[in-house]
């Protein structure tokens, strides 16, 4: 059975053990995409501009291919502080179960050829739409609301009731839009939308719509304005932009084989228009597409939501994620810790910790939580450093917020530290771990107390090798609670090879070097230009790597030729890495970390502090002359730019290799002076347990 029929299988039979535990927990996401050939900053950081709408359009055709039966919209999207106007949203409204939810005329966008014949008259229009309405025994009325010489609009009120809750207000006018290509335009009518609080009424609206629109053979119709309502029964899908990508937010799945199958058709329509969910650096690194890829769990209505339904859940979840910090960085983007995009509630500092604690033990004496309690409780932990809780690990700004007109009482949790995934199954395979977390934690007590890290939180788990032991403890619970995923999603969950540099084999052992995480901070007053606005200043010149030194890969030679592995040390200028024994599925290792300068910022922290690259380490034995010179080069040892960007995962994993070098030559004899107490202190500076800072060894 091949490797991807195998995933599929395990996926399925995840889902029968959720089930058989009698819990409705839906998931959705947010991935998104970007052009990783191109420079233009509309692909690097802006959120507008260029092509990104026209390419957002085409990925919207795309998939109401592969999504048959929906409606398309161009709906007003969210407005930004410092953005003078709303973004554009594009949408796909389906029914679930598969009827079409439209029969009328199409969105220029799905048509292959444009009309370019005269438009019927507006005001026939919306004349015998006010006449369909009033067979609702709706009161309907028609008026002119604007008319010039290239430019008409009428609009059609309906009141359906004795309140002016009860009135809406149709828009119709003309519209010039792109087609199928750049150079064709044609001229459409557009209904922009009022806001329709109930899916039954929508609905009868769009019928009154289509049944007008055919009748006078309409060629094409645009829907705009405001974004329709949904419920069990209707699903939307929208595309959005934000700096760097395309954002597409992906109707909730009931399950995860569903979601399997959405992720695929929306990554296979990206990638036919060449977006791409990572990116790749000249020098072979590899980053997500700028957009992260956020996961949320729910129910099929609010109050189906696992975490209404059980309201222990939540501060259970929180206790758990703060034990297991590997569920908080391994799967996470570039960008972590208490200035980035999803904090932990600890990365406020203790005093944090201290009140979070007091929440969670005042929560779980209450006999009775209801959904606005739960949110009250821990809104003010789940959020930054300046109460932002859209930038949280845990995001609740949607479960039961009741200053969130509209969308803040939908029972939803969002799951943020979570990086764009490079495949729909890795993507799945995320949404499975924390889906079994959710059933277990929900199915079950756990008060085990919190953790207060201190600086190990960002020296022992900035590590990708403690961060792989973390997520091994994370699934042994599972496992040994009755709900262990199978070897096919384990296996997926523990691809990392992204952070890999590459290994140096040697007759006495090998070295691995991995890339760590590293917490970069913002940079200058938080209230100053640079950091208002959806993009912050961060100074990222600080580096990580992770050293392992293992056995050799081979039969190992004469020790007395050789001398054993674990006598051979490494050392970073005079100083010798304390590295620590651990032990993993491979066998005995040692493992420790680096940090250094790696280039020097335009704006940075540390404006004395020049470039440490590339990073040397020397390989030595007391016993031998040789010695093995280790050099991890920023970019290509020749010091030549890189001809063009890597043209895949391949090429990139190869230039990430290339940049390690190795050189034998006769260590000094002079290697071991005796240390002085002073000099023995000075050379413990920016020493932890679990890594060395060279940055205070300039």
């Not at 839009?177 to 459409?188: E, I, M, N, P, Y």
């Not at 209404?308 to 703060?322: A, W």
């Not at 929560?363 to 009775?368: G, H, I």
């Not at 200058?524 to 293992?550: C, F, H, K, L, N």
Request: aromatic share 8%; charged share 20%.
């Amino acid at each position: 059975m091949g490797t991807e029929k195998s995933f599929e299988l395990a996926v399925h039979r995840h889902d029968e053990c959720i089930a058989e535990l009698g819990l409705d927990i839906w998931v959705g996401s947010e991935p998104t995409f970007t052009d990783r050939e191109s420079q233009a900053p509309f692909w690097l950081h802006a959120a507008l501009g260029g092509d990104k709408e026209q390419r957002a359009q085409a990925l919207l055709r795309n998939l109401s291919g592969l999504m048959e039966g929906g409606l398309l919209l161009r709906s007003i999207g969210r407005m930004y502080p410092g953005e003078k106007l709303p973004r554009w949203n594009l949408g796909l409204l389906r029914y679930r179960d598969g009827r079409p939810v439209w029969g009328g005329p199409s969105d220029p966008l799905m048509m292959t050829v444009t009309n370019s014949g005269d438009l019927p008259d507006i005001g026939s229009l919306t004349g015998a739409l006010s006449d369909t309405f009033k067979h609702q025994d709706w009161s309907a009325q028609c008026t002119q609301a604007m008319e010039s010489e290239h430019e008409s609009a009428w609009q059609v009120t309906v009141q359906m009731g004795d309140t002016e809750e009860d009135s809406l207000t149709f828009l119709f006018h003309v519209v010039e839009l792109d087609g199928v290509t750049a150079a064709d335009r044609s001229r459409c009518v557009a209904l922009e939308l009022p806001a329709i609080g109930h899916v039954a009424l929508f609905m009868s609206i769009l019928a009154c719509i289509e049944q007008v629109a055919l009748s006078i053979g309409l060629p094409a119709l645009v829907f705009t304005g405001a974004a329709p309502p949904v419920d069990e029964t209707l699903e939307l899908t929208t595309i959005t932009p934000d700096p760097a990508v395309i954002e597409i937010n992906t109707a909730p799945s009931k399950n995860c084989t569903e979601f399997l199958g959405r992720s695929r058709q929306v990554y296979a329509a990206a990638a036919a228009l060449k977006l791409s969910p990572y990116r790749l650096y000249f020098n072979g690194q590899v980053a997500d597409s700028g957009g992260a890829g956020q996961i949320t769990f729910g129910g099929v209505t609010p109050a189906d939501s696992p975490f209404v339904k059980y309201p222990q859940l939540l501060p259970r979840l929180v206790r758990f994620l703060n034990r297991h910090p590997a569920l908080s960085y391994l799967f996470a983007h570039d960008y972590v810790g208490g200035s980035g995009q999803s904090v932990r509630p600890d990365e406020r500092g203790t005093d944090a910790v201290d009140d979070l604690l007091l929440a969670l033990v005042l929560l779980e004496r209450q006999q009775e939580v209801s959904p606005e309690l739960l949110w009250k409780s821990l809104a003010s932990f789940l959020c930054d450093a300046v109460g932002n809780s859209h930038r949280a690990e845990i995001n609740i700004e949607k479960l039961w917020n009741p200053f969130l007109p509209g969308r803040g009482c939908l029972g939803l949790v969002e799951f943020r530290s979570l990086r764009m995934q490079h495949t729909p199954q890795r993507a799945t395979a995320i949404a499975c771990l924390f889906r079994t977390l959710i059933a277990m934690l929900a199915s079950r007590p756990y008060t085990l107390p919190l953790i207060d890290w201190g600086r190990e939180l960002h020296d022992r788990f900035a590590l990708p090798f403690y961060l792989s032991m973390d997520l091994d403890a994370v699934l042994a619970q599972l496992e040994g609670a009755g709900l262990g995923l199978e070897k096919e999603i384990c296996r997926v969950l523990r691809q990392n090879e992204y952070r890999f540099f590459g290994k140096v084999d040697l007759p006495f052992g090998t070295l691995e070097l991995w890339r760590g995480l590293e917490f970069w901070p913002l940079v200058g007053d938080a209230a100053s230009p640079a950091q208002t606005g959806s993009s912050r200043m961060v100074d990222a010149s600080t580096a990580r790597i992770e050293v392992r030194w293992r056995p050799p890969s081979t039969e190992p030679g004469d020790t007395a030729t050789l001398g054993n592995w674990l006598d051979w040390g490494f050392y970073v200028g005079e100083t010798r890495l304390p590295m620590r024994l651990e032990s993993d599925a491979g066998g005995a290792l040692k493992v420790f970390g680096v940090r250094y300068s790696s280039f020097v910022p335009m704006a940075g922290l540390h404006p004395i502090l020049g470039v440490q690259a590339p990073l040397t380490l020397t390989l030595r034995h007391r016993q031998f002359e040789t010695q093995y010179v280790i050099k991890l080069h920023e970019w290509q040892p020749d010091g030549l730019a890189y001809p063009c960007l890597p043209k895949d995962m391949e090429d990139a994993r190869e230039r990430r290799s290339n940049r390690i070098t190795v050189i034998q030559e006769n260590r000094p004899h002079s290697l071991h002076p005796p240390e002085s107490g002073a000099e023995k202190a000075q050379s413990n500076l920016g020493l932890t347990d679990y890594c060395l800072d060279m940055r205070y060894h300039p």
